[in-house]
């Protein structure tokens, strides 16, 4: 199995930056694509930005020349950099790992981590 610990979460004021930061573990795997996705109470879960192993970035229109997602290959972690918060970036966020191992492929999310942005 593969499992992803996330940390960084926290109650900031509005303006203010955060690190998120998510490390994915196991025996035995390889790891195409991470992510990072959000859920508001009472809304869906959405992507907030990824990356794929080589690199290549995708963001939510809501928060392209705010937040930057990075992924050091070497550690299998991805992190999220969140500049000039806002409230309605308020939400838990998931860290998401797609890739392979020794049985096939995983699709492995992590518990989640709150980021509340106060006004």
């Known amino acids: 199995q593969v499992q992803l610990v996330e940390s960084g979460g926290g109650l900031v004021q509005a303006g203010i930056s955060l690190r998120l930061s998510c490390a994915a573990s196991?025996?035995?795997?390889?790891?195409?694509?991470m992510g990072w996705y959000r859920q508001a109470p009472g809304k869906q879960r959405d992507l907030v930005a990824d990356?794929?192993?080589?690199?290549?970035?995708n963001y939510a229109d809501s928060v392209k020349g705010r937040f930057t997602i990075s992924r050091d290959n070497a550690k299998n972690t991805v992190y999220l950099q969140m500049n000039s918060l806002k409230p309605e970036d308020t939400a838990v966020y998931y860290c998401?790992?797609?890739?392979?191992?020794?049985?096939?492929?995983?699709?492995?999310w992590g518990q989640g981590t709150q980021v509340t942005v106060s006004s």
């Open positions: 998401r790992a797609r890739g392979d191992y020794e049985w096939g492929k995983y699709d492995a």
């Open positions: 196991g025996i035995g795997f390889s790891v195409h694509s």
């Open positions: 990356v794929d192993s080589g690199g290549s970035t």
